[in-house]
């Protein structure tokens, strides 16, 4: 159970259907402020349509979704804008601005949101790029990276503004397994540093431990366990007990 | 009566359709002009419209233009030869390019070459997610990139007008005194009599709209493009075709509106 912690994000009995299909039946979630929340569940089961939801991205029909307790499902335009300065996104596919180049891409939100010179962008966006384990590739365009580049670069865009909250939807699927072990540690070690609040979409059952103050787990569009990784770990839940043994068999269905 | 209610639904479907699609559109509008009046402002990304709409359409342009004044001074010296008015070709010619023909056929072009490219562009950033990471990067979509497209769309359409008038009236003189030999001093005369600037005018109110509408809609289905490459395919051929309706149908209002 989370308790005696400052929450940063509550989200209170959330639905989302499109159309007929109900992709959430009453999600309720507490990502706690500083520290790390690795959200799991099988694919499919609405991570990155919570995570949106969660920036405002895509309206909830239903429930409440509070940031520092301001509840964004009802707030206008203009105030949105002001609430997704507070965070960064590294969307699953990376999302990169395919008209520009990796280096305007990752000075993107310098250009927009600070009056930095060019030069101290140009700082800042080498050493991100360096810190996710990119270099000379400034000046490459993103249909010119593999996935996993185009990933990194997403994540030193999303890191840039070293904002209060970052959302990382499957940092580490599709690298190798030494580029997965540089993300697990620039996710650590960015929340450490700036003691910001993380929350991390995973599958990864290793790198969850590694990385994880707290977890939630999705399953059929609720939550299924929203905890510590102590409570992970000693939890007699079927659901979390198939997903963590990666079973076939058990409660999970798969079609 | 079931056949009734299906009837009702053939007829009803699209006209709802049509309602919502205009509403959605003019919603984008109104939205594109509050996001006008707040900062931050982009100079920059005007001005890179600016030449993709404007200065890359202006070969388009000279071209579409200069054929059609030449064809439009053959046709209606046809006429006039019939009763020795020859001379009136010229009048004819600038009066139907500034009114009429200079503003529709240039913005119909700059609709097929510019507008289909927006739509096509903001569709695969919304089938890509380009979009929601703009919002995520806390900058407004409609701001970044409609409201340049829409500004850059006004203020450039009305400058291809009159490039294309201006075109459209050589080509006419050159076609009119230089291949049917009419009198040069009667032709430059009549034509200068009988047009006025306030003709001129007519029309760039007209390429100022057209303007307008072909930036819009082409904004407005990449904006709400759906369902992949298809999806990006689709919206584009129902961008142009939208946009040279809404220029003809407002050719005649805005016509009716001026007479
Ligand atoms: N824009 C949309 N329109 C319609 N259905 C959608 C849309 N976005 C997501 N869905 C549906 O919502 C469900 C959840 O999608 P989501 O992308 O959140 O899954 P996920 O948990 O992130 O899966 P994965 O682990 O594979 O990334 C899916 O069944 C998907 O088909
Ligand atoms: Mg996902």
Redesign the interface.
């Known amino acids: 159970m989370i308790s005696g912690v400052d929450i940063q994000i509550e989200v209170k009995n959330l639905h989302k259907s499109f159309g007929d299909f109900k992709v959430h039946k009453g999600i309720d979630l507490l990502i706690p402020k500083g520290a790390i929340t690795v959200i799991l569940g099988p694919s499919g089961t609405g991570k990155s349509v919570l995570l949106?939801q969660i920036?405002?991205?895509i309206m909830p029909d239903k429930g409440e979704i509070l940031v520092d307790g301001v509840d964004i499902t009802k707030l206008d335009?203009?105030e949105l804008?002001?609430v997704?300065?507070k965070?960064?996104?590294l969307?699953q596919?990376a999302?990169?601005?395919?008209?520009m180049n990796v280096y305007e891409n990752v000075a993107?939100?310098l250009r927009?949101?600070t009056k930095l010179k060019e030069k101290e962008i140009r700082d800042i966006v080498i050493e991100k790029l360096r810190v996710v384990g990119l270099k000379d590739v400034e000046y490459k365009m993103p249909s010119e990276l593999s996935g996993g580049m185009r990933k990194r670069v997403g994540l030193a865009?999303a890191i840039a503004l070293e904002p209060d909250i970052i959302l990382y939807d499957e940092p580490t699927t599709g690298l190798d397994p030494i580029m997965k072990d540089v993300v697990d540690n620039l996710i650590y070690n960015t929340q450490k540093k700036l003691n910001i609040t993380s929350v991390v979409i995973s599958h990864d059952i290793d790198s969850t431990i590694k990385i994880a103050d707290y977890v939630a787990m999705i399953y059929d569009g609720k939550t299924v366990i929203n905890g510590t990784i102590e409570d992970l770990r000693t939890t007699d839940n079927p659901y979390v007990q198939q997903f963590l043994s990666g079973s076939m068999d058990g409660p999970i269905k798969i079609f | 009566m079931e056949s009734l209610v299906n009837l009702l639904t053939v007829i009803g479907l699209p006209f709802t359709r049509l309602i919502f699609g205009a509403g959605r559109m003019f919603l984008l509008f109104i939205e594109t002009v509050v996001w006008a009046f707040?900062p931050?402002f982009r100079f920059k990304l005007l001005l890179k419209q600016v030449e993709f709409i404007g200065i890359n359409s202006l070969s388009v342009i000279i071209l579409t233009g200069t054929f059609t004044g030449m064809v439009f001074a053959f046709q209606s010296y046809i006429g006039f030869s019939k009763f020795g008015a020859e001379y009136m070709v010229g009048t004819v010619v600038a009066l139907g390019m500034a009114r009429e023909l200079g503003p529709v056929l240039s913005s119909i072009m700059v609709a097929a070459r510019a507008g289909s490219a927006i739509t096509a562009?903001i569709g695969?950033?919304r089938v890509?997610?380009?979009i929601?990471?703009l919002?995520?990067?806390?900058?407004?979509p409609v701001q970044y990139l409609v409201l340049p497209r829409i500004f850059a769309g006004i203020i450039v359409m009305p400058i291809l007008n009159a490039v294309a008038v201006f075109c459209g009236t050589i080509g006419g003189y050159f076609v009119g005194v230089n291949i049917l030999g009419i009198n040069k001093t009667l032709y430059l005369q009549n034509m200068y009599r009988y047009v006025d600037l306030a003709d001129f005018y007519n029309g760039m109110v007209k390429a100022t709209v057209f303007g307008l509408i072909l930036t819009l809609v082409g904004s407005y289905k990449g904006f709400y493009t759906k369902g992949g490459a298809a999806g990006v395919g689709q919206a584009t051929t129902e961008s142009v075709v939208l946009s040279c309706v809404l220029i003809l149908v407002f050719d005649y209002i805005l016509t009716a509106f001026m007479f």
């Open positions: 949106k920036m405002g991205l335009k203009k804008v002001a997704r300065k965070f960064g996104m969307f596919n999302a990169l601005f395919d008209s993107f939100p927009e949101h865009r | 707040r931050p562009e695969t950033m890509t997610e380009q929601d990471a919002y995520a990067l806390a900058v407004e």
